[in-house]
């Protein structure tokens, strides 16, 4: 963490002003919209939620306890992403618009509300192993009425390579489950496959477990990589030539490093 830090770069460290502009515009930009209230309201909804799902264990190293049964409350203080990384989310989406957006681990439904609000217009395929945690994401939906979302259940080792086989093409990717070395790469490779120039893919917990940590550095190798961002809870990839020529960055907000 440490390291993490005295390494990062803030904003205004980037030559490239296309580099400098993304980080302001995602990272320190404090706009908000209406809709991410109602989803937060949604988050405290389920704090307080005492109901008990049985989930299904899907080995994958998440934060899910080896419990079957557990509480949504429990879940939805321990597996979510934090306010201010879906925050970030929402204005990575907001910035390239992307069209085919696609989620590994859905959880509750939480991340995948503000990606799907980031882009109103856009087709948000989120895929989830436990059918218990679905519903729950489901029944979130449908309360904000959001209606560009298709939730796929399965194991994403079946589910992920059914999806890719039948879309053109991934504009942006959140890949949050299943938190294993080897498992993260073969993810990586598949969607590489259908990525563009324009396509981003945004890794969750790059740096939970010595694992993870691999994972992120073999990703890292790709050719086609032109940038990457570590904000050390996740990391997102770019691979447009407007962003460098495969430069990788720890990045941090501003106001955590205000004697520079
Ligand atoms: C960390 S949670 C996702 C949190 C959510 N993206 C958010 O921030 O609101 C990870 C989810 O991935 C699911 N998952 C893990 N491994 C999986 C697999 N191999 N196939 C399908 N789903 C899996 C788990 O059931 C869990 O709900």
Redesign the pocket.
């Known amino acids: 963490m440490l390291k993490f830090y005295f390494k990062a770069k803030t904003y205004k460290d980037f030559d490239n002003s296309n580099v400098s502009q993304l980080i302001y515009n995602i990272l320190e930009l404090n706009d908000s919209h209406y809709r991410i209230t109602e989803i937060e309201n949604i988050r405290k909804t389920l704090k307080r939620d005492s109901r008990t799902i049985n ?2 264990d ?1 080995g ?1 190293g ?3 306890s080896k419990e079957n049964i557990r509480s949504i409350n429990s879940i939805a203080n321990s ?3 934090p306010k201010w990384q ?1 925050h970030l989310l929402y204005k990575t989406i907001n910035e390239f618009m992307p069209e085919n957006i696609l ?10 509300s503000y990606l799907a609000i980031g882009n109103p217009s856009s087709t948000v395929t989120t ?4 059918e218990a ?1 679905a519903s729950i994401a489901m029944e979130n939906f449908a309360k904000l009425r959001l209606k560009n979302i298709k939730l796929v259940y ?4 079946n589910t992920l390579p059914i999806l890719l086989k039948n879309m053109k093409e991934i504009d942006f990717a ?1 890949i ?3 938190h294993k070395k080897e ?1 993260t790469i073969k993810y990586f490779q598949q969607i590489l496959k259908k990525s563009t120039n324009h396509t981003i893919m945004v890794f ?1 917990d790059i740096h939970w477990s010595k694992g993870m940590e691999n994972a992120w550095e073999e990703i890292k190798k790709s050719d086609s990589i032109k940038l990457t961002l570590d904000f050390f809870s996740f990391g997102i990839i770019l691979f447009d030539k407007r962003f460098g020529s495969g430069n990788h960055y720890s990045v941090i907000e501003r106001k955590f490093k205000l004697w520079k």
């Open positions: 989930i299904r899907l994958a998440s934060t899910f597996a979510l992403s879906c989620e590994l681990g859905t959880s509750l439904g939480i991340s995948t895929l989830e192993g436990s945690v399965g194991d994403f080792d959140f949050d489950g299943n498992a969750d």
